[in-house]
C-alpha cells in the first residue's frame, strides 16, 4: 500500500513554469514505477509522462514532450513533473499514480493521489 499526495499546483500565466510534487509513503517507493495524468473539465483523464522505478526510463504524451520532465528522488520518496512553456490547454487536474511493475501509459496504476489543480491564463 502507498500513499500518494501532491502538490506544487497553482495559477500561472501562458509561458511560465511549475513544477510539481508527489510524495509517497507507506511502502517501499522505489520499488514503484510512477506516472503523471491530467484532467481538464468535461475531458476524460489522460497520460502525461510516466518514470521507471529507477528513474532511468521516461515516456510523455506527445503533447508535452520537450516542455515537461519527469523525475525521481527515490531516497525522499518523492517524484517530480517539471512543467516548462506552460499553455492554457496545459489547465488541469494533475494526478501522480504508482504501479508495481513497468511503467505504462495507460491508466493501470494501482495507487492513485488526490490531484493538484493547474491553470494556466492566456
Known amino acids: 500500500q502507498v500513499q500518494l499526495v501532491e502538490s506544487g499546483g497553482g495559477l500561472v500565466q501562458a509561458g511560465g513554469s511549475l513544477r510539481l510534487s508527489c510524495a509517497a509513503s507507506?511502502?517501499?517507493?522505489?520499488?514503484?514505477?510512477m506516472g503523471w495524468f491530467r484532467q481538464a473539465p468535461g475531458k476524460e483523464r489522460e497520460f502525461v509522462a510516466a518514470?521507471?522505478?529507477?528513474?532511468?526510463?521516461?515516456q510523455y504524451a506527445d503533447s508535452v514532450k520537450g516542455r515537461f520532465t519527469a523525475s525521481r528522488d527515490n531516497a525522499k520518496n518523492t517524484v517530480y513533473l517539471q512543467m516548462n512553456s506552460l499553455r492554457p490547454e496545459d489547465t488541469a487536474v494533475y494526478y501522480c499514480a504508482a504501479r508495481v511493475g513497468g511503467a505504462t501509459m495507460t491508466l493501470e496504476y494501482d495507487y492513485w493521489g488526490q490531484g493538484t489543480q493547474v491553470t494556466v491564463s492566456s
Open positions: 518514470i521507471s522505478w529507477t528513474g532511468g526510463r521516461t
Open positions: 507507506g511502502s517501499t517507493f522505489s520499488s514503484y514505477s
